[in-house]
Nanobody
């Protein structure tokens, strides 16, 4: 069993930065792929970024070059550094864990989810 808790959301102006953190419980989290998804009002939840147990990273085209995902297995955390933020990045951001895959992008591929953290970008 893995429990995920996100933090770091907030309100920033366009062009600014935010750093989201996902703290995971469970000794086996280092064997999971960690990922971030987001869901804007009225839209489906979408893939943002993932990092495999070996450290390979994957990004949605919409965030490539602006967002960076990283992990610290000793601390059981996955971090999403978001730079050059745009109003269209506004969403609830969710942390997720995938026991079997690496870089998968479907919501049904992930076994565990956090409660989400709100990110709002003002223009």
């Amino acid at each position: 069993q893995v429990q995920l808790v996100e933090s770091g959301g907030g309100l920033v102006q366009a062009g600014g930065s935010l750093r989201l953190s996902c703290a995971a419980s469970g000794r086996t989290f280092s064997t999971y792929t960690g990922a971030w998804f987001r869901q804007a009002p009225g839209k489906e939840r979408e893939f943002v970024a993932a990092i495999s147990r070996s450290g390979s990273s994957y990004y949605a085209d919409s965030v490539k070059g602006r967002f960076t995902i990283s992990r610290d297995n000793a601390k059981n955390t996955v971090v999403l550094q978001m730079n050059s933020l745009k109003p269209e990045d506004t969403a609830v951001y969710y942390c997720a864990a995938d026991r079997w895959g690496a870089g998968r992008r479907g919501i049904y591929d992930y076994d565990y989810w956090g409660q989400g953290t709100q990110v709002t970008i003002s223009s």
